[in-house]
């Protein structure tokens, strides 16, 4: 199994920048993917961006250009967050996909709460 914990969450304003980290626990050499999320009041949970074990990565279109995704061996996995915007402010979530007894499963941290002001 796979645990992870976020932190790094704070209130910004905007054009400012955060970093938000995911410390990663339990079978990380089970792990094909780690993935970051919002979630906005009222809206669905979306993807910011995602890393596989080959190290390719994936952004949504807002994220691009201002956010990165990187990891240290998997212990860690970060997202940068620059020029941040008022439509940032969400809940953010780690997220790691890993092989479990021949299957696959996934796991979610408790989030982090980002507030970007104007």
């Known amino acids: 199994q796979v645990q992870l914990v976020e932190s790094g969450g704070d209130s910004v304003q905007a054009g400012g920048s955060l970093r938000l980290s995911c410390r990663v626990s339990g079978s990380t050499s089970s792990i094909i993917l780690m993935g970051w999320y919002r979630q906005a009041p009222g809206k669905q949970r979306e993807l910011v961006a995602d890393?596989?074990?080959?190290?390719?990565t994936k952004y949504a279109d807002f994220a691009k250009g201002r956010f990165t995704i990187f990891r240290d061996n998997y212990k860690m996995v970060y997202l940068q967050m620059n020029r941040l915007e008022t439509e940032d402010t969400a809940v953010y979530y780690c997220k790691a996909i890993f092989r479990f007894r021949g299957d696959f499963e996934e796991s979610w941290g408790q989030g982090t709460q980002v507030i970007v002001s104007s």
């Open positions: 890393l596989n074990d080959g190290g390719s």
